[in-house]
Nanobody, 121 residues
Framework: QVQLVESGGGLVQPGGSLRLSCVAS????????MGWYRQAPGKQRELVAG???????TYADSVKGRFTISRDNAKNTVYLQMNSLKPEDTAVYYC???????????????WGQGTQVTVSS
């Protein structure tokens, strides 16, 4: 069974950095767009950053210039480098892949289980 496994979350002081990773385990035929989302308590889940198969990236305005998304197709992995972290970045971060499990199967979206990022002094 294919699943996404995230790592790299934790507690960091304001101004600090973290690097999140998300890897797909199991056999996949194709991975399409990858993305990072976050959800803070009492708020809706929001897109943080996305990256296409051609490495075209998009970012939420609130993280532009501070966060960088990248992907390693050979490792079925997406990264989120987060610099200059602020308390308002505190949330559970989720990765999402667009995947096709086998040739001819219907593509679908696969979500990770989430990793907590807390920015606090």
């Amino acid at each position: 069974q294919v699943q996404l496994v995230e790592s790299g979350g934790g507690l960091v002081q304001p101004g600090g950095s973290l690097r999140l990773s998300c890897v797909a385990s199991g056999r996949l035929f194709s991975i399409y767009a990858m993305g990072w989302y976050r959800q803070a308590p009492g708020k809706q889940r929001e897109l943080v950053a996305g990256i296409t198969t051609h490495n075209r990236t998009t970012y939420a305005d609130s993280v532009k210039g501070r966060f960088t998304i990248s992907r390693d197709n050979a490792k079925n992995t997406v990264y989120l480098q987060m610099n200059s972290l602020k308390p308002e970045d505190t949330a559970v971060y989720y990765c999402k892949f667009g995947v096709r499990v086998t040739f001819g199967s219907v593509p679908y979206e696969l979500w990770g289980q989430g990793t907590q990022v807390t920015v606090s002094s």
